[in-house]
């Protein structure tokens, strides 16, 4: 059995993570989706409310489960028994990042291998950071996200 991580912030869970979450777990008999508990940046949702928005988003997929951690994403692997490290590409400075990213993984964790996923096209321009925004902003963003993600980014920005 091939067990699969996919790491992220998921600040919040979009499309774009529900589409390489889908295609992972076709790939893969499980696919463990990891939030990263304390990234560097400044997140809009705690890591419960990323939890839950990201299990609510990937309910429809029986062989994916999500979990939270706080150490480095190749022990959050093996102690989820996964193999292989799955991370999405949309662009070209998306994989200059993710290889050199891989790459200190694999020295870390010989064990485990990356895979890249390349995005699929119509959700090339999607980011956190953009969705995070436009939702701010006002705009309709509302098919970039899961119904119940578009519901807790307008109740987060409605409390301004």
């Known amino acids: 059995m091939v067990v699969a991580l996919y790491p992220g912030s998921f600040d919040p869970f979009h499309r774009g993570h529900v589409d390489i979450t889908e295609r992972a777990a076709g790939l893969f008999d499980e696919v463990v989706v990891a939030i990263y508990d304390t990234p560097s940046k400044r997140l809009l949702f705690a890591t419960d409310d990323r939890f839950r928005l990201a299990q609510a988003s990937l309910a429809h997929l029986k062989n994916v489960r999500v979990v939270t951690y ?3 994403t190749g022990d959050c692997a093996r102690a989820e028994g996964a193999t292989v490290i799955v991370r999405g590409l949309r662009t070209a400075t998306d994989y200059d990042y993710e290889s050199r990213l891989a790459l200190a993984n694999r020295s870390l964790f010989p064990d485990i291998d990356t895979v ?9 321009f999607l980011s956190s950071t953009l969705l995070k925004e436009v939702a701010g ?3 309709d963003f509302s098919a970039w996200v899961p119904p119940t993600v578009r519901d807790a980014l307008l109740a987060r920005f409605a409390q301004g």
């Open 116 to 124: 890249f996923l390349v995005t699929s096209p119509h959700y090339v």
């Open 70 to 72: 706080q150490n480095l």
């Open 137 to 139: 902003l006002g705009g």
